[in-house]
């Protein structure tokens, strides 16, 4: 039996259902986990020199903030 039969007479809908359940869980955990990937690679980029000045320290916050949220932009985008 195809899934569009089953659609039709009713049966597998709990299927269905469970299905769009685990699939949601499944994309929030991938999520969470490339969000934490972006910003221990954006920290490791942005860590800067221990003798840097407080200004130009706050300058590559500034910078890690802003490519923090630019790969986050990239990766919501390439979904569509």
Not at 28 to 37: D, F, M, V
Not at 60 to 65: E, I, T, V
């Amino acid at each position: 039996m195809t899934w569009a039969a089953r659609d039709k007479t009713g049966a597998g809908k709990g299927v269905k259902d469970m299905d769009r359940m685990i699939t949601m869980i499944v994309r929030r955990a991938i999520n969470q986990i490339l969000n934490r990937g972006i910003d221990a690679g954006v920290r490791r980029m942005t860590r800067g020199r221990p003798d840097a000045t407080p200004e130009q320290q706050a300058q590559l916050r500034q910078g890690g903030d802003r490519a923090r949220q630019a790969f986050r932009l990239l990766r919501r985008f390439g979904r569509f």
